[in-house]
């Protein structure tokens, strides 16, 4: 029988997922045409490719800190986001894809690992906990998965 504990730390890591609730990370950036990634529909805020990599960027932030008390985050915002609109090189899209991938990997071990109290403020933090952690990442990549599917459809309506 589950406890409470293993039980919440196994719906935490199906919501940073996507799993259930919301598109899954794998399917809102697979087959997303190569020639569209830089691109800004008029009224966009951001082309596909920012939005990947600000997801990568933000949750590589989160699971640093949340392990390494020696992290030091992004300068808020512009750390977080990148400025160019198309990918530097054609391996980058993929490249965000696989660290994207290797830090959720991380981030549900983080979650899963019994020893780290998911209510316990993390000592180098202001009060953050593991659970707000998980918490933030869950609905941090759900809303921008959210716009990199519509910015997809919107792109290839055009096409």
């Not at 990997?105 to 593991?130: A, C, N, V, Y």
Request: aromatic share 8%.
């Amino acid at each position: 029988m589950a406890t409470s504990d293993s039980t919440l730390r196994a719906q935490l890591v199906t919501a940073m997922s996507g799993r259930e609730s919301q598109v899954e990370f794998a399917s809102a950036v697979q087959d997303f045409p190569p020639d569209l990634r830089g691109t800004k529909p008029a009224g966009a805020p951001h082309s596909a490719w920012q939005l990947l990599e600000h997801m990568r960027i933000a949750q590589h932030d989160i699971l640093e800190f949340s392990r390494n008390a020696h992290h030091k985050s992004p300068k808020w915002p512009e750390g977080y986001w990148p400025s160019a609109a198309e990918p530097p090189d054609a391996k980058a899209w993929d490249s965000c894809i696989q660290a994207f991938e290797r830090d959720a990997r991380e981030l549900d071990r983080l979650i899963e690992d019994s020893k780290h109290d998911l209510f316990q403020p993390i000592p180098h933090g202001d009060g953050q906990t593991l659970l707000r952690e998980a918490l933030l990442v869950a609905t941090h990549n759900s809303y921008h998965l959210g716009q990199l599917v519509f910015l997809k459809k919107i792109l290839l309506a055009k096409t």
